[in-house]
Structure formats: C-alpha cells, structure tokens
T-cell receptor, first 110, second 113 residues
Framework: QKEVEQDPGPLSVPEGAIVSLNCTYS??????FMWYRQYSRKGPELLMY????GNKEDGRFTAQVDKSSKYISLFIRDSQPSDSATYLC??????????FGAGTRLFVKA | GAGVSQSPRYKVAKRGQDVALRCDPI?????LFWYQQALGQGPEFLTY????????KSGLPSDRFFAERPEGSVSTLKIQRTQQEDSAVYLC???????????FGPGTRLTVT
C-alpha cells in the first residue's frame, strides 16, 4: 500500500462546475500538506500549502485537511478550461522529504 | 525573478551511456531536491541538499545515480551506464530558508534507447 493514495481519474467536468479532488494517506506523522498543479510537459506548480488540520482558501481554491481521517481535499470553484491539468497532492513531516500522490487528471470542458 | 532552470530539457541516451543533468535553483534558496517522475505518476524523491551538504540520498535507485552541489548553488545529477528503466522526467526543486514550499523547474525528459 502506498503512503499516499490519489485517484488518477480522468475527471471531466463542464465549465463552471465545482471540482473536488481528494487524497488519503497512511502516515499519521505528516504535518504539511500541499497541492500542486502540473500542466503537460511542465514542472509542478505549488497551489496550496497548509499545516495540520483545517481549511485554507485562496481565490477559487480551497484546501481542506482532516488529520483524524487522514484525508485531504482541494476544491476548485467556477472551474475554467485553463484549470485542465494534473493535480498532485503532496505531504511531509516537515523538513525535506515530500511524498506525492500519483496525480488526478482534470479536464474542464468549455 | 527567475525560476528554477534545468538543462538539457530533453536528452536521448543509448543504453550504457553516462548522462549529466543540470539544475540552477532560485537565487537564495538553500534547499535543493531531485525527483524522478515516471509517466502517469507523481514525482518520486531522489535526494536532498541543504547548501552543499547532501542530507538525504535514500531515494537514489542505485549506485549508478550520483548527485552533487559543490558550491551550494547549481546541482548536477549524474546517471552512469544508463538503463531503459531510467527513462523518466527528472525534476529539480528548490525552497527558501525555513520554508517547506518547493518550486519546481520544467524537468529534463530522459529517454534511454
């Protein structure tokens, strides 16, 4: 079993929809939780960075962390075709070693 | 400012050849990371530097892989005697002092034929 599980999709939604992306994890020592967006043939781009449990909002993006359930989510409101990309969750204990999920491919149809 | 840069962007190597991949981190970032990303997968940790010190190399898949950062800035990932299973995108990331956010370069796509 992998330390971080993420449904690879693909997930296809119409423009304007609310998108929900999720990851589960097994290591209760993880304290820092991140979401990255990766366009084809590009490096990952940091979207959200949170510490411990709770919610964080940034524009159309909301990240949620539920440490009791070992479950994290990213919500995208008013999705746009430009949001079409692979979304990677990532987490660490603090320090340096970051574990990534396999990524979920999202397609937003105009 | 300038982001993380990597070169070459694409590399084709014949099986058995040695390759060297370069990473130029964001100025002032003390931490530098190398990852390997296979097609359809997330990045897998290879190694980590803080300044010139390699603090963790537990992710390097074999002793054919070697990384260095001699002056605490530019880093090179070297793969000796390349094998087909080494074909992947190699990503470099850097992070600022006392922060965990990592900023990634565009990657080097290595194809071993």
């Amino acid at each position: 079993q992998k330390e971080v599980e993420q449904d690879p999709g693909p997930l296809s939604v119409p423009e304007g929809a609310i998108v929900s992306l999720n990851c589960t994890y097994s290591n209760s020592a993880f304290q820092y939780f991140m979401w990255y967006r990766q366009y084809s043939r590009k490096g990952p781009e940091l979207l959200m960075y949170t510490y411990s449990s709770g919610n964080k909002e940034d524009g159309r993006f909301t990240a949620q962390v539920d440490k009791s359930s070992k479950y994290i989510s990213l919500f995208i409101r008013d999705s746009q075709p430009s949001d079409s990309a692979t979304y990677l969750c990532a987490m660490s204990r603090g320090g340096f070693k970051t574990i990534f999920g396999a990524g979920t491919r999202l397609f937003v149809k105009a | 400012g300038a982001g993380v840069s990597q070169s070459p962007r694409y590399k084709v190597a014949k099986r058995g050849q040695d390759v060297a991949l370069r990473c130029d981190p964001i100025s002032g970032h003390v931490s530098l990371f190398w990852y390997q990303q296979a097609l359809g997968q997330g990045p897998e940790f290879l190694t980590y530097f803080q300044n010139e010190a390699q603090l963790d190399k537990s992710g390097l898949p074999s002793d054919r892989f070697f990384a260095e950062r001699p002056e605490g800035s530019v880093s090179t990932l070297k793969i000796q005697r390349t094998q087909q299973e080494d074909s992947a995108v190699y990503l470099c990331a850097s992070s600022p002092p006392v922060r965990d956010e990592q900023y990634f370069g565009p990657g080097t796509r290595l194809t071993v034929t």
